[in-house]
């Protein structure tokens, strides 16, 4: 059986006394896209530093595409791509020298690198802003300028620190497509995100952090399964209505919450199946909806979750 | 969007000379995209020279000055590494803009050595300080009364002794920034460092005018060295020991500076 692509044994880092990463297990296969899932501070950002040799662990291994992150940083540093939280790359060239230059330095005689270059401005509608120094584009147009730099060679592994920041919904969307592609072809995708439901679409894996350490792990589909998966939130005319409803909600097997404003009725949903039976006996009752929203848990909710889960295990 | 097609010839790696020509060329290309910053970095050792000569033009008549017939003639080769010291300054500060625009961040995770992004930039620093010497010395000869008696064989070889040296000391500089990655700490450092240097040396004033003291620290200070070299050069006297000196200085400098900012540079803040 081939090495994962991304082996990391008992990873932390200390920085002076705060512990930003500890006792980190992970192993990502080719192809694989994992979601690293956690609040501001979590550590998402520290694993992926490590991950991508920009600092070195203080405890425990890593390796990426079979190399030592702390010994061989440079051929892993062949092997990846990085996106940061912030564009880098060089804002008194056009993102079209931009390009030409980073596929030199990664080896691409001048012509091929112009060439490169010039599929990579059409790939990311970047043609209007091409010959415009960076420094004068949106920020939506600086980090599409940045993904695309990442994919100036053919890297094995691509981290993307919270890629979706900042972008418009077309952008987001464009986005995933663009990782769902790439994952299809064989590159490991590393994203961290603040959003259950970006990982839900996009992840094959993903690990939650909490304070530096991995609190879940897992496919989208199990950790939905713990967290108690989505909620259905169903609006009424008036708050009598919405106090019956209660009543439906309950001999269908829900746990329905009345809100504080009384026109609103909620409730976790373990299965989707469930929605329709509820719906059919408020239509029975005569109770008109009004409103309707499933939605996924939230980040929060997922926290809460995975701690009284914890709870229940002690 | 969509993703690259799989056919593409893979590009992993380039060799030590290839990064440093590359970003070398970056850096350039930057240094003089702008006519106006480009102008007005040749301007301004032009005036800070036609004040100097100007305002301090009985200096001349001094006995230690006398011999070079004119003021201009014991200053000129001095602002040659005046400048070179300026520039050598900007290199950290210059280094550290680049750190925040975030280009920098990108060349480390790529698969380029750190010593090339920093030869590259000292490199691209020095072929400006180059134009910008040749540009005062060629000013300096038209419009201030320059003359050197070296000729153009003596003056090339002046310009290019303050380039080495400029070149030398800039990656101390370069040392700092990436140690401390602080810009108004770099300043401040930076305008300390500065003064004493040029005014406790041959630059402005014989030794032989200044207080015991200040002759001691003058006679040990670097940059007297690289002052009486470029002086003898330009203007066609027996140089002696001073151009080894100050090219072992700036050569030293360059090692032992060079072995620390390399070192720091790959660390992230």
Known sequence: ?314 | MSAPGPDRAEWTGSSLPTQVWVLTTRSLRAAFGDYRLVFFGLLQPVVLLLLFTQVFAGVGALPGVAPYAGYVNYLMPATLVNIAVITAMGAGAGLMAETYTGVVDRLRSLPIRPVSVLLARTFADSARLTVQLAAITGAGVLFLGFQPRGGVLGLAAAVLLATVVGWGLSWVFVAIATWRRNVELMQAVSFVAMFPLMFSSSAYMPLASMPGWMRAVATVNPITYAIDATRALALGRPPGAAPAWALLLALGAALGAGAVAVRNFRRAT
């Open chain 1, 1 to 314: 059986m081939p090495r994962p692509r991304i082996d990391a044994v008992d990873l932390g880092k200390t920085y002076a006394e705060v512990t930003a990463l500890t006792g980190v297990n992970l192993q990502v296969e080719a192809g694989t896209v994992l979601a690293v899932l956690g609040h501001n501070g979590a550590g998402k950002t520290t694993l992926v530093d490590i991950l991508a040799t920009r600092v070195p662990p203080t405890s425990g291994t890593a390796t990426v595409c079979g190399f030592d992150v702390r010994r061989a940083g440079h051929e892993v540093r062949r092997r990846i791509a990085l996106t940061g939280q912030t564009p880098s790359i060089d804002t008194t060239l056009s993102a079209r020298a931009n390009l030409v230059l980073f596929a030199r330095l990664l080896g691409a005689p001048a012509r091929a690198a112009r060439e490169r270059a010039a599929e990579l401005v059409e790939l990311f509608g970047l043609t209007e802003a091409a010959k415009r120094p960076a420094h004068t584009y949106s920020g939506g147009t600086r980090r599409r300028l940045d993904l695309a730099a990442c994919l100036v060679g053919s890297p094995q592994v691509l981290f993307l620190d919270e890629p979706t920041t900042g972008l418009d919904p077309v952008g987001r969307n464009g986005l995933w497509d663009l990782v769902r592609e790439l994952a299809r072809a064989g590159t490991t995708v590393v994203l961290t995100t603040q959003y259950l439901e970006e990982a839900d679409q996009l992840a094959d894996r993903l690990v939650v952090l909490a304070a530096g350490a991995v609190v879940a792990g897992g496919t989208p589909r199990e950790l939905k399964a713990r967290v108690g998966a989505r909620t259905a939130a169903l609006g009424f005319p008036d708050a009598w209505s919405a106090r019956s409803a209660l009543d439906r909600f309950r001999q269908s097997g829900l746990a329905p919450v009345l809100d504080p404003g009384g026109h609103r009725v909620s409730a976790p949903l373990p299965e989707a199946g469930r929605l329709l039976p509820l719906l059919r006996a408020l239509e029975r009752a005569g109770l008109d909806v009004v409103d309707l929203a499933v939605t996924e848990p939230t980040l929060d909710e997922v926290y809460l979750a995975l701690h009284h889960a914890a709870w229940d295990l002690a």
